[in-house]
Structure formats: structure tokens, C-alpha cells
């Protein structure tokens, strides 16, 4: 099936703004001596972005920081760049377990 689109010059087409946040940066999780095991979690505060990581090979980040498997992986980074890494099986939960770490005054952009 073949299907053929044309469009006059005076029409207008409507393409909707895809908006995707910047990925949280992470330091490099290895060495000569092989990959982290896990990461450093620091006091987060104020707004903060939650990403959930994308984790490779099923237990490794994507600077290949070693997590081993279980629920998913999420990261919480505040305007000074303090990371907080929880896993939680839903993104809700993950917001949640972040405030009764850090405290109840934290946001989230996201």
C-alpha cells in the first residue's frame, strides 16, 4: 500500500514540540581495576530532576558503574549537582523514598 501526501504552500502544518530533558551526567564508574560498585548517594535538596538510568548488560550504567540487577534505578540531582540514586519499582514511589531520605520540603521539576 502506498500512500502519497501533498500539501499546498498557503497551508500550515501543526508539528507538535517533542520536549526531552538532558540526560543527568554521571562521573565515570570504573578503573583499571574494573567497575564501581554502585555510586555515592549525596543529601539532595530543593528541586530536583528524577531520571530513571537506563542500566546495560542489566546491571552496569551508562559509565559503567556496577548496580547488579533488582527493581529499577533511579536518579535524583539537585542545582548543586548532588546525586541520590534509589531504586523503586514506579517512579511515584521512587519521588516518595527520595523525601523520606532527604526530606519532605524536596520538588521535582518532572
Not at 528541586?47 to 546495560?56: A, E
Not at 548488560?57 to 548543586?80: F, I, K, M, R, S
Request: a positive charge; hydrophobic letters at 35%.
Amino acid at each position: 500500500m502506498v500512500v502519497s501526501f501533498s500539501m499546498k504552500t498557503t497551508d500550515t502544518l501543526y508539528i507538535p514540540k517533542i520536549i526531552q530533558m538532558n540526560p543527568i551526567k554521571l562521573s565515570k564508574g570504573y578503573s583499571s581495576w574494573g567497575a564501581q560498585m554502585g555510586r555515592q548517594n549525596m543529601p539532595v535538596s530543593g528541586k530536583c530532576h528524577l531520571q530513571r538510568m537506563r542500566m546495560y548488560d542489566g546491571a552496569y550504567d551508562c559509565e559503567g558503574a556496577y548496580w547488579g540487577c533488582g527493581e529499577p534505578l533511579y536518579v535524583c540531582q539537585d542545582a548543586e549537582m548532588n546525586q541520590f540514586f534509589i531504586r523503586a519499582k514506579h517512579r511515584s514511589d521512587a519521588k516518595e523514598l527520595v523525601r523520606e531520605h532527604n526530606g519532605r520540603d524536596i520538588t521535582f521539576y518532572n
